[in-house]
């Protein structure tokens, strides 16, 4: 892997200086070394810190077996799962695969469509139409195997294809990622056989894209997984705490985030301009949202897809509350080359560019859009990927994780935990009258 993911802070040293970004440095390193020696906040979830450099040969054989004879089986999978069980499979796939692909006629992979993210009934029906004629399988993903918006999809879904297939056959079509132990999807896939992959305890789910719950329907949608968890082991060893602040990019990006934050920045926007990009900034924006939005602090994360947004939230990023910084994700290279053609009559005025490449215009929108934004008021970080690649999503995918740690201990918190999603949980299930839920319910009822 001769080239890897940089991080430029250049653009934001009218904000911040580099003797204050260099004076946390010690911070941010202690902060890496607590991580490493587990007795930091929520040490019993740091299952991820060392996962690319543990995965053996043997369970990316297995998980990608698995996925070749879903992959010989059905022309549709429905990934399902929400939150951490959902975004980093969507955030890869959609990284790293045609835009148009769903169109193509003689296509190489098998549809990868999504389920249980949301409880939209005219989604589901709608799903429940277009899957009508099709040949698919099922991956449920759902480490507590409770949540309610998977555990309602799968019911449906498992209903559907036993009637379609029969309960045979349905088995052999869908997996289950969860609890090794415990939980009803478990419970469930014991008593069905299905084959069924384990979650670690030590692995949250914003944590969790390198385990089975991503690299299944990854590998399912023709991706090298082998490849992504190689670009993950690369950045696990570059962003060591023995690694030097000055080469120590997630320790960078930690601190200078943190300093920001200290100067009254208190939202981060992820620019995108690449649309493949979308999910990986969904993906993004759960893993530090979850993580540092707590005990009333922590970044509010957003994300924009350029340029398009700057076509409607531009204008806010440029002239809006002056509260925002805004990290960029540059991809280097694109894969395929479009040029400008000439136009004899030249009515839009673009034989200008003719022969340049539609990258080349899309890099001066970049640049100038940071230049401007600083202008405004607004500090830029750049994250340059060189390619989009397996080995370079996986790059990108340690390196946030590492430094949302990093930034989450900088902060003081408990970057591990997310007591926060319980609340709205527990008014659905005291408003639904679940079992268990009776005196909520009475509750509530007052308050309506
Ligand atoms: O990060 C998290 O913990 C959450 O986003 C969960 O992943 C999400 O709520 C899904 O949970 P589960 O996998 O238990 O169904």
Redesign the pocket.
Known sequence: MGKTIKLEVNKVLSFISQQEIDSKASIAKKCNETLHKGDGKGNDFLGWLNLPSSITEAHLNDIQATANSLRSKCEVVVVV???????GARAVIESLSNSFDLLQKDRKNPVIVYA?QNIGEDYLYELLDYLKDKSFGIIN???????T???LAFRILKSELEKSVGKEESKSRIVAV??AAR?A?HTLAKKEGYKMYV?PDNV?????VLTP?GLLPIAVAGLNIKKLVAGAAFMEKNTAPDVAFENNIAEQYAVTRNELYGKGKKIEILANYNPKLHFFAEWWK?LYG?SEGKENKGIFNAAVDFTTDLHSMGQWIQEGERTIFETVLSVANPAYKVEVPFDEEDLDGLNFLKGKRVDFVNKMAELGTQLAHVDGGVPNIKIEIPELSEEYIGQLIYFFEKACGISGYMLGVNPFD?PG?EAYKKNMFALLNKPGFEKEHEEIQKRL
């Open positions: 799962g929400i939150g951490g069980s959902y975004l249980g993903i759902s480490k507590s195997g409770t949540t918006e998977p555990a969860t609890d939980g999807l979650i949250g789910g914003r944590f969790s719950v759960q979850e997310q999603v």
